[in-house]
C-alpha cells in the first residue's frame, strides 16, 4: 500500500511539474527591450518618432559621432573632415573599409543619393530638411570624399552634417515609392546591428553585426529584441516577470512599484533629466486662440505643479520655454506663470470673452469658448492631463471636449493642421540647440510648427542665431527669443520631464551620460 501511495504521489509531481512549466532560460546576451509604441517607419529620412530614431541608431552608423563623457566630435564613416576658414565648406574623408548589411561597399554615393532625396519636394522629410535648406551644393571629390558648400554659415553645420541619415543609394533608388520603400520595413544598413524581423504589434529583432568595420566597438550584447507594448503597466510586469531587461518607468512605478528586495537584486534603477518637454499646443489660426491674452489666461488655467505632483510624483522641472533649463541658452529671469483663476478671468474679459446670456460658457460675437482638445489613445498620461485641464478651465467659462485618436490619425491631424489644442513632447535640441524648426513662420505651412506661430521679430532671431558662432552671443539671442515665446505663449509649456529607466544587473559598464545611456558599451562582465 505505501508503494503504491509513493507511486502516485510521484505520479502527481509529475503531472504538476509537466502543467507548470520552469520559466524559459533567456539568453544572457539578448537585451529585451520596452519600446512603448510602433514605429511608422524605419525609413531614416520620413521617419519622426523618437522609437524608430532609437532603432536606426543601432542599425545605422553616422559620418562623426560625439564622445560621451567630452561631448567632442570624433570619427565615425567620415575618419577625418576638414573646415574652411569661411565656415562655408566641410569636407568629409570616408573610410574605405564600411560595407551596408548586404555587402556593399558603402560610398560618397550614398552621402550626396542621401542630400538629393533630402532636397527632394516629394520625400516626406520637412523636418529634416529645414536643417539641409542653406546648404548650396555637395560634390563627390572621389569615392571616399565629400564636400558640403554652405550659402552662408551656420553654427550646427558640423553638427548637422555629421548626422546626416544616410541611407544606400543601391537599395532605394529602384522604381518603389521613396515615401512607402520596402526597406521603411526591412532596413539594410551599415552599423553594429543587423535588422532580422519586424512583426506587428509584436517585436522588432536586430542581431549583432559580426562584420562590423569598428571592430574595437563591437558590442558585447548580441541581439536586441524591441518589445511593443503600449501597456506601461503589462510592460512593468514583463519587466518584473525577466521577460524585459530594459524598460522606461512610470513616475508612480519608480516611486512606488519598484521597490521590494526581489526588484532591486534584479534590476537597477538609473533617474536623468531629459532633454524632453511637454507642452499644450494651441493652433494659432483658430480664433479662440488667435489672441495672446486668451493664451496667457490658459497658462493661468494650467496648475502645472499640481499636474507635475500629482503625474510625475515631482519628478521634473516646470519650463517657461522652448529651450533646455539644463543649459546654457534658457532665460531663467522668466518665471513660471502662476496658476491663477482670478487672474485668467482678467485676462479673458480684457480680451472680450464674456458670458452674455449666463449659461455658464463664455462667449464673443456670438461664438462660445468651446473647443476640442486631441490627445493620442491609450496614453495614460494625457487622459489624466486632459481630465484634469477640463475641470480648471470649466471654472473659468470655457467648455473643453476631450478626443482621443490612434496615433497615426492623430499624426495625420497634425500634419493638415485639423486640430484645435493637442499636448505632446518634444526632444530638445540636443547640445547645441537651434529651434527655427519649431518656431521659424517659414515651417508654419508643412513642418514642425503646426500651431501656426508667426512673429518676425523672433524669425529674425532665429535666422541670426543660425548664423552665429560665438556661443555667448548666441545665448543673448535665444534668452531675447525666449521672452518672444513668454509673452505670445503659443504653446503652455508643463514641464522638462525626468529619465526614468530600469535595466537588468546582468549588464555591467553602465553609465549615464548627459546624453542618457549607451547600450553598445554594455558588457555582462564587470
Known amino acids: 500500500m ?6 502516485s504521489l510521484s505520479l502527481i509531481f509529475l503531472v504538476n511539474l509537466l502543467a507548470c512549466p520552469a520559466p524559459v532560460k533567456q539568453d544572457p546576451y539578448t537585451l529585451n ?29 553616422s559620418l562623426l559621432e560625439r564622445d ?19 565656415k562655408l565648406q566641410y569636407t568629409f574623408w570616408l573610410r574605405e573599409d564600411v560595407y551596408w548589411h548586404d555587402g556593399k561597399k558603402f560610398t560618397a554615393d550614398d552621402v550626396i543619393y542621401t542630400f538629393e532625396k533630402i532636397q527632394d519636394p516629394k520625400v516626406n522629410t520637412p523636418h529634416t530638411r529645414v536643417y539641409y535648406q542653406d546648404v548650396d551644393r555637395v560634390e563627390k571629390i572621389d569615392d571616399f570624399t565629400v564636400r558640403f558648400t554652405y550659402k552662408k554659415p551656420y553654427f550646427k553645420a558640423l553638427g548637422i552634417l555629421a548626422g546626416i541619415p544616410i541611407v544606400p543609394k543601391h537599395i532605394f533608388e529602384t522604381d518603389q515609392d521613396f515615401n512607402n520603400h520596402t526597406a521603411g520595413r526591412k532596413p539594410i544598413g ?73 526588484f532591486n537584486r534584479d534590476f537597477v534603477k538609473h533617474k536623468y533629466y531629459s532633454m524632453v518637454y511637454r507642452y499644450i499646443g494651441w493652433n494659432l489660426r483658430k480664433p479662440f486662440f488667435s489672441d495672446k491674452r486668451v493664451r496667457q489666461a490658459l497658462t493661468h488655467l494650467t496648475n502645472r505643479q499640481g499636474i507635475l505632483e500629482k503625474l510625475e510624483f515631482g519628478l521634473g522641472k516646470i519650463t517657461t520655454g522652448p529651450l533646455w533649463p539644463l543649459g546654457d541658452f534658457y532665460n531663467h529671469q522668466l518665471k513660471p506663470r502662476e496658476f ?19 449659461n455658464g460658457i463664455r462667449d464673443k460675437d456670438g461664438v462660445e469658448f468651446e473647443f476640442t482638445f486631441l490627445i493620442p489613445s491609450g496614453r495614460d498620461f494625457y487622459e489624466k492631463l486632459a481630465t484634469i485641464l477640463k475641470k480648471d478651465l470649466e471654472k473659468a467659462g470655457i467648455s473643453m471636449k476631450i478626443e482621443n485618436m490612434e496615433w497615426s490619425i ?87 520631464g525626468m529619465s526614468l529607466v530600469a535595466r537588468h544587473r546582468r549588464f555591467h559598464n553602465v553609465h ?14 564587470e
Open 512 to 525: 549615464v551620460y548627459k546624453g542618457g545611456l549607451d547600450i553598445r558599451e554594455w558588457t555582462l562582465e
Open 340 to 358: 491663477n483663476i482670478k487672474k485668467a478671468i482678467e485676462l479673458l474679459e480684457e480680451a472680450g470673452w464674456v458670458d452674455s446670456n449666463g
Open 190 to 262: 551599415n552599423g553594429p546591428y543587423r535588422f532580422v524581423e519586424w512583426k506587428t504589434g509584436k517585436h522588432i529583432v536586430l542581431v549583432r553585426n559580426e562584420d562590423y568595420w569598428d571592430t574595437d566597438h563591437l558590442p558585447e550584447i548580441k541581439k536586441i529584441v524591441f518589445k511593443i507594448i503600449a501597456d506601461d503597466t503589462l510592460a512593468l510586469k514583463k519587466l518584473k516577470k525577466g521577460e524585459l531587461d530594459y524598460a522606461g518607468l512610470t513616475p508612480i512605478a519608480w516611486e512606488k512599484q519598484t521597490n521590494s528586495e526581489k
Open 410 to 496: 492623430f499624426v495625420q491631424k497634425l500634419h493638415t493642421r485639423e486640430f484645435d489644442a493637442v499636448s505632446l513632447a518634444w526632444s530638445g535640441g540636443g547640445f547645441d540647440e537651434d529651434p527655427y524648426q519649431i518656431w521659424h513662420s517659414s515651417q508654419a505651412e508643412s513642418g514642425s510648427n503646426f500651431i501656426g506661430f508667426k512673429n518676425p521679430e523672433a524669425d529674425y532671431l532665429l535666422e541670426v542665431a543660425r548664423t552665429t558662432f560665438n556661443k555667448e552671443e548666441r545665448v543673448g539671442l535665444y534668452r531675447l527669443f525666449h521672452e518672444i515665446i513668454y509673452e505670445e505663449q503659443p504653446y503652455t509649456f508643463l514641464y522638462t
Open 33 to 61: 527591450y520596452h519600446i512603448g509604441a510602433e514605429p511608422d517607419t524605419l525609413n531614416r529620412l520620413t521617419s519622426t518618432d523618437a522609437y524608430s530614431s532609437t532603432i536606426n541608431s543601432y542599425i545605422f552608423d
Open 2 to 7: 505505501k508503494r503504491f501511495l509513493l507511486k
Open 68 to 86: 560621451n563623457k567630452t561631448l567632442d566630435w570624433i570619427p565615425k564613416l567620415a575618419h577625418s573632415w576638414e573646415i574652411s576658414e569661411d
